[in-house]
């Protein structure tokens, strides 16, 4: 409920303060004197999208706080705890809109975005006039409307889940097909692939292994000569080894006649014959390491140039071409039992056809039964708005499936019995207009707990009894429990209200400021006498608006 409404600069209000309360609240008023500005200044805390020249002439900044009262279980109560915002039993909404058109907006002196206000509105708020902001002449909305007042939140969440599911599954299904369909195009290439990499068989490592053995048969080609040279000019014989043994024999023959003058020259042979040795050893261990035969230097020469021509082709690396043949048989491998799974994937997708057209099924079976109660609830709505004769009838046609069933549903109105139906707002003129949406408010606010209900000069382009059939029914729906806000011309309509304010204008230095005054019950006799008879007030008028006050 709407507790109270704290307006600062805004429009032609310098300040304002409004206190609301239970039951029908009335506001009046000459037309101009600033009761649109109440309720525009009530949606820009709520973070309606509407006008942004909002801030009043020569102050910097306008600002408009709203206090709501909360039972535990109204509905704000979980967006503010989606929103990690402190909940209690009193909400306090405060935004400020600066010149320049920047806003900030707190909840509960916690700083909020527009959406979460917008959220809260919708648990808290509905505005409804002739102009039909909120959707009820809207078509595309009338869907969600009837499963609101049918209470079908429950099949609907089962409907887009099914709905989900056939999503899931078609998609999966087109994947593989196209999947398949893109290896069929390249099939008889994978086998070929294939056909090769498993012929060839690279290994990983297998080309630096390649490469480095053909390099060391290469060098032992251009070396293999001055080795062989070297190993001859160290041998025995001719070589380094013969003559030095030649030497140590003809110095150890002549070494007893020489006394000591020859030991030392022996000692050095007899080491250098043995370092020789070792040199002697090593290049013969280097001749066979880099001897090698030709035709093995053309077997190496020949893979390694396949395995790097391979890989040139597919345009990855030498070692990735195990890794690369692995994909291929993956993808044949694919290919050869995509059949069976594109069988499995459709037989996937049909079940969950099956399971969402039965829950589609369901829905629209709710939805017939919802829309004749609809329709039977909005029969005694219009009768005693004086449209007796007049027949409200909720459509239901079929509509493409998607995630909230195949119904497509249209509310149409015929203002006379044998007269055509059609939308509401071609068919039912300004007055018509106002009670058919009256009474389907009702109808579809009947299970809204904790929601203030504002109702912007919905009796417009009606009079007589009809404007009193119109009051009465704004004051039956506040009595069984809603808080009500009526924005009205009608005299009717404002002697039903339990609360009443009078908004005005007037001229304080050279400045328009709108003024809202509550009326005490002498005072609400004048205002209403004022609807009657105009700017002067008669004693007749007076005396009509006694006889309309209960």
Known sequence: MLVSLDIRDMLIIDRLELGFRPGLNVLTGETGAGKSILLDSLGFVLGWRGRADLVRQGAEE??????????DDHPAQRVLEQAGIPAGDELILRRVNR??????????????????????????????????????????????????????EGPVAQTRAAWRGLSQAGKALAEAEARLAAAREEEDFLRHAAGELEALDPQPGEDAELDTRRRQMQAGQRIGEDV????????????????????????????????????????????ALVELGEATQGVEVAMEALAFDPAELDRVEERLFAIRALARKHGVAPDDLGSFAADLRDKLAALDKGEGDIADLRKAEQAAREAYEAEARTLSAARAEAAGRLDT??????????????????????????????????FTVATNPGAPSGPLNKIASGGELSRFLLALKVCLTREAEGLTM?????????????????????????????????????PQVAARGAHHWRVSKAVENDITLSRVTPLEPGDRVDEIARMISGDVITDEARAAARALLP
């Open 62 to 71: 306008g600002e408009v706080t709203a206090v709501f009262a909360l039972a």
């Open 377 to 410: 609830a909005m029969a005694d709505e219009l009768a005693p708005l004086k449209m007796e004769r007049a027949i409200f009838t909720t459509e239901i046609a079929s509509a493409d499936p998607g995630p909230e069933g195949q119904d497509a549903v249209t």
């Open 228 to 271: 062989d040279r070297a190993a001859q000019a160290l041998g025995p014989g001719e070589g380094a080894e013969g003559r030095m043994g030649d030497a140590l024999r003809w110095l150890e023959g002549v070494a007893d006649k020489a006394g000591d003058a020859l030991d030392p020259a022996i000692e050095a042979l007899n080491r």
């Open 454 to 490: 504002i109702f912007d000069e919905i009796d417009r382009g009606v009079g007589g009894a009809t404007a009193d059939a119109v009051g009465k029914r704004l004051q039956r729906l506040a009595d069984e429990g809603g808080q009500v806000l009526v924005v009205t011309h009608s």
């Open 99 to 152: 010149r320049g058109g920047t806003k900030s907006a707190w909840i509960n002196d916690r700083r909020a975005s527009g959406d979460v206000l917008r959220a809260l509105s919708d648990t808290l708020v509905e505005l409804h006039g002739q102009q039909d902001d909120r959707g009820l002449l809207n078509p595309r909305s009338h869907r969600a409307l009837l499963d609101q007042f049918a209470g079908l």
